[in-house]
């Protein structure tokens, strides 16, 4: 059993930061992309930044400058680094993993469950 388990969301003041780390665990053979989504009530859930296996990243326009996605593949880790929090970031923030299970086996994609986000003074 895949799992991805997310920390480091909070509530943060205007112009704050915070980093969220997704562990992925259990048994599988590769994870390959790895990525930060996030999602409000009003809006459908959206891609905030993708990272690959040998580290191409691409970020959505709304944060480019402001966070830094990055993985270390040793510890099947990602995190996100978010600078310069605005309310507009306020969302809830999730981890996905594309990976195989086993060698020459399907791709899936496995998320988190999700972490809140707050930027509020």
């Known amino acids: 059993q895949v799992q991805l388990v997310e920390s480091g969301g909070g509530l943060v003041q205007p112009g704050g930061s915070l980093k969220l780390s997704c562990a992925a665990s259990g048994s599988f053979f590769s994870i390959y992309g790895m990525g930060w989504y996030r999602q409000t009530p009003r809006n459908q859930r959206e891609l905030v930044a993708h990272?690959?296996?040998?580290?191409?990243?691409n970020y959505a326009d709304s944060v480019k400058g402001r966070f830094t996605i990055s993985r270390d593949n040793a510890k099947n880790t990602v995190y996100l680094q978010m600078n310069s929090l605005n309310p507009e970031d306020t969302a809830i923030y999730y981890c996905n993993a594309a990976l195989r299970v086993v060698p020459g086996g399907v791709m899936y994609d496995y998320w988190g469950q999700g972490t809140q986000v707050t930027v509020s003074s």
């Open positions: 990272i690959t296996k040998g580290g191409s990243t």
